[in-house]
């Protein structure tokens, strides 16, 4: 590897984390402007990214423990944003579904980062918009086996 392309990977992850930290600051802030927990927020953009799953399942992706995800849910339902349904296929199993209609007020929250993420992406061409999509795709794959690995490192 060359000396440049390792400058040019460290100064990568420097600015990925800072972008991380930013994204954590924006949520909150968001959350915030929302009257809802920071936790909240997020787990209801969680659920309306993976649709219908139950508290078990809920509690592998958020990390969080199963009674703090039955108050969380408690919290999201009495919100309007959640509704606890039984699975069809299972009667015994409860599902957390997502409000449609929630998510989308959730959504209009967001429009103008939106509208300053559209405005950015028209300074780049097609092939490079689909280079930064690719890498936010394979970013997102590194991030979710790394929360993986920490879930079942934390339940050991």
């Known amino acids: 590897m060359s000396i440049n392309k390792d400058v040019l990977l460290k100064r990568l992850i420097e600015e990925l984390h800072k972008y991380g930290m930013r994204t954590s600051i924006f949520q909150q802030n968001m959350a915030q402007k929302m009257g809802v927990v920071h936790t909240d927020l997020k787990t209801a953009n969680i ?25 969380l849910v408690d919290r999201l339902e009495k919100a309007g944003y959640v509704s606890r349904e039984r699975d069809e296929s299972d009667r015994r ?45 394979d970013i997102t794959d590194v991030l979710d086996q790394e929360n993986e690995a920490l879930t079942k490192e934390r339940d050991l």
């Open 47 to 71: 659920l309306n990214e993976t649709g219908p799953i139950t508290a078990g399942e809920l509690s592998k992706i958020t990390g969080l423990s199963t009674g703090s995800v039955t108050a």
């Open 93 to 137: 199993r409860v599902m957390i579904v997502p409000m449609p209609e929630r998510h989308k007020q959730i959504m209009n929250h967001y429009n103008s980062l939106g509208m300053k993420i559209k405005q950015l992406g028209n300074h780049y061409g097609d092939d490079e918009l689909k280079l930064i999509l690719k890498f936010l795709s």
